[in-house]
């Protein structure tokens, strides 16, 4: 014969089941994190009676208020997560005697991942008079269980959208990436002329950078190049320097001088980045029958002019300071060389021989200085360069994009 206090028993177990299975069919209805926390406070105050409930999660390193309810402001301020809660390893009653700032509350429960407090539900009942025993009692393992359940739920939650975002990212990151290496000259772009040989390396910090290098044909015996870096790296970097190419294919003409060209460029990247980016730059002519060379260095690392037949090296320096770090530029100093025959030219962006090695930055610029003073032709020094960039890489010590023009004339 069953009594009435086990027909109590079962029928609360039943209710306990059917609370569990609808919240199992809720979870995997896949409602949305704002739903799912509406129905869990419409449970714990409507079905089981607790007053007030207040949930704790823990994600990304930080402690996060996901829910509060029949919980005032001045209870939640006075909470520190990990000053008053996560001393606590078990269910805690604490109805008797509440710390000062958990007073309100009956029971605190903490909600572990693999060893790991992800969570802490923190219960109390607004009027226990009329309640006989408190719910938070009765029904407080049934609360842990599902605080398990929704906070399991909206961890998950939060990782698909994660990972979602980091896929539409990639996604993106990608697409970018081949917008930029379309926008960057390949081999089959750079122009072809007996008298002189080219050969180039772009290889981007994070698929997409602020380096630029570029190869327009002035005249039938005139060649126009630079090379170009954005300070900072990215996106941002990376959308300065497309719009900065746009320019200098827009201005850079057989009839411009360097000096008026640079002041140009340097106004548009004033209206493009509104001081909060610069560019450095190396441009220059050179004129395949006079074998004259006329250039501007602003502000960007002097490329390596090597005279073979000489043993002779020299730093190309002249011009002015980096593009965008003043309304007008005061004073551009156009530089001049003879190239004789033979010589080789190496151009190139710092993320070349800046290094990183522990937390200091070591310059590389003896290696490459080292790579291009021989006799040896241009292809055999890019192949080296290229060697010096992949050992670099596998020690993890270049930390920017890197753009190199290697020319023998």
């Given amino acids: 014969m069953i009594t009435q206090t086990r027909k109590r028993r079962i029928k609360l177990y039943k209710d306990r089941l059917n609370i569990l299975l609808d919240l199992a069919q809720t979870i995997n209805e896949d409602h949305s994190i704002d739903d799912l926390l509406s129905e869990f406070e419409i449970l714990l105050r409507e079905e089981l009676d607790v007053g007030k409930v207040l949930v704790y999660t823990f994600s990304d390193g930080v402690w996060r208020n996901l829910l509060s309810s029949g919980v005032t402001s001045e209870e939640v301020a006075r909470i520190d ?41 923190l219960i109390g009942d607004v009027d226990e008079d009329f309640q006989g025993i408190s719910p938070t009692i009765k029904h407080m393992k049934l609360i842990q269980i599902i605080s398990n359940l929704i906070i399991v739920f909206v961890e998950n939650k939060r990782m698909h959208s994660a990972l979602l975002e980091q896929q539409a990212m990639k996604k993106e990151m990608e697409l970018a990436s081949r917008i930029q290496n379309q926008l960057i000259p390949g081999p089959e772009d750079l122009p072809q002329h007996k008298n002189i040989s080219i050969h180039t390396i772009y290889q981007p910090h994070q698929g997409v950078g602020g380096d630029y290098y570029d190869f327009i044909k002035l005249s039938r015996n005139t060649i126009g190049f630079c090379v170009a870096d954005v300070s900072g790296k990215g996106i941002s970097a990376a959308l300065l320097m497309s719009n900065f190419q746009a320019v200098i294919r827009s201005v850079f003409s057989p009839r411009i001088s360097l000096r008026k060209l640079v002041h140009q460029l340097n106004r548009r990247v004033n209206e493009s980045a509104n001081s909060e980016k610069f560019i450095t730059m190396f441009i220059g002519k050179y004129n395949v029958l006079t074998r004259r060379l006329t250039y501007v260095n602003a502000g960007h690392l002097p490329p390596l002019l090597f005279e073979p037949k000489k043993g002779h090296m ?96």
């Avoid at 309100?104 to 407090?117: E, T």
């Avoid at 192949?383 to 290697?406: A, C, L, N, P, W």
Wanted: net charge negative; hydrophobic share 45%.
């Fill in 81 to 121: 997560v990990a000053r008053d809660l996560l001393k606590y390893q078990g269910i805690e009653n604490i109805t008797l005697s509440p710390p000062d700032n958990l007073k309100g509350f009956d029971a605190i429960i903490p909600l572990f991942h693999r060893f790991k407090a992800i969570g802490y539900v």
């Fill in 314 to 409: 020299i730093s190309l320096d002249k011009g002015c300071i980096g593009l965008g770090m003043l309304d007008v530029i005061p004073v551009i100093e156009v530089g001049k060389v003879f190239v004789s025959k033979h010589s080789k030219l190496l151009a190139f962006t710092d993320g070349l021989v800046e290094l990183e090695r522990g937390n200091k930055i070591t310059s590389g610029m003896m290696s490459v200085e080292k790579i291009i003073s021989n006799q040896k032709n241009m292809d055999q020094n890019i192949d080296e360069i290229r060697s010096f960039i992949s050992k670099h890489v596998t020690m993890q010590s270049i930390f920017d994009d890197i753009s190199v023009i290697g020319m023998e004339f």
